[in-house]
């Protein structure tokens, strides 16, 4: 079975494809210190949680945002599972369809798996909006191509930044505000946050889709996204599994060559 692992700046996700579906999927916290020897036995232990000891992992696929992380990773694949893994974004890993963006331009994976996912799910002319640490806006081209989009703070990065830089401010939760004026500091803050976010959104989609002059579909995947989804028709559809299945495909495409 396909062990697909997803390394982001916060969390990495590991999830076991058996060909059709997702029979398990974890999460942990990232952290490059972590050695292949850790990752295995907390792996392991999590299989035999859920009784899936039985499980032959045969191959893995990797994307990763953060390169000191992918080593361990690799040792891992190598040690344990006995295969070479494939990292996204390196020269031996292809693409369905190639980025079109300035030469020399280091494309995060994480956005070149969620173009390929979004394009397989949806087809051409999207707008893949990512709630992560940071939020991403990717494009995605007629045929598939990424070809660019833009990076803001992710949310939670801006309440801690807001958090630390002023002192008489508290840390507090992103939530759906019940008025838009808050009568207090912690609703102040989340009306900020939320509505402020909720322009964002909107704002960046809209002056892409004036650029590009064309209709485009805006989907959304991060643990935020249903959260803003909940008061403004921000999106046209949810994918919760986005850069899970962009593995998948990646992975069956190389197998093909």
């Given at each position: 079975m396909l062990l697909t692992i997803d390394c982001g700046n916060t969390n990495t996700v590991f999830a076991i494809w058996d060909g059709s579906e997702f029979i398990a999927t974890w999460r942990a916290s990232t952290e490059h210190q972590r050695t292949a020897d850790q990752y295995y036995v907390w792996l392991r232990t999590l299989m035999e949680a859920e009784n899936l000891m039985d499980v032959k992992i045969t191959e893995v696929i990797i994307s990763s945002t953060v390169p000191r992380v992918v080593f361990n990773l690799r040792v891992l694949s190598d040690r344990y599972f006995n295969c070479r893994p494939l990292v996204v974004g390196k020269p031996e890993c292809a693409l369905p369809v190639e980025p079109r963006v300035d030469e020399g331009t280091q494309v995060g994976p994480d956005r070149l798996v969620n173009t390929v996912a979004g394009y397989d799910l949806h087809g051409g002319d999207?707008?893949?909006?990512?709630?992560?640490?940071?939020?991403?806006?990717?494009?995605?081209d007629t045929d598939g191509a990424y070809i660019g989009g833009a990076i803001a703070p992710g949310v939670n990065l801006s309440l801690e930044a807001l958090h630390q830089a002023a002192a008489a401010l508290p840390h507090v939760d992103v939530t759906v505000p019940q008025r838009v004026v808050g009568t207090n500091t912690v609703a102040c803050m989340q009306s900020g946050v939320f509505w402020g976010y909720v322009g964002l959104v909107d704002g960046i989609c809209k002056k892409i889709k004036d650029e590009r002059d064309r209709p485009m579909k805006v989907v959304s995947t991060g643990g935020l996204a249903p959260l803003f989804q909940q008061r403004q028709a921000l999106f046209d559809v949810f994918e919760d599994d986005l850069t899970m299945h962009g593995l998948t495909v990646i992975h069956a495409f190389n197998k093909e060559k």
């Open positions: 999207l707008i893949i909006v990512d709630f992560g640490t940071a939020t991403t806006f990717d494009v995605v």
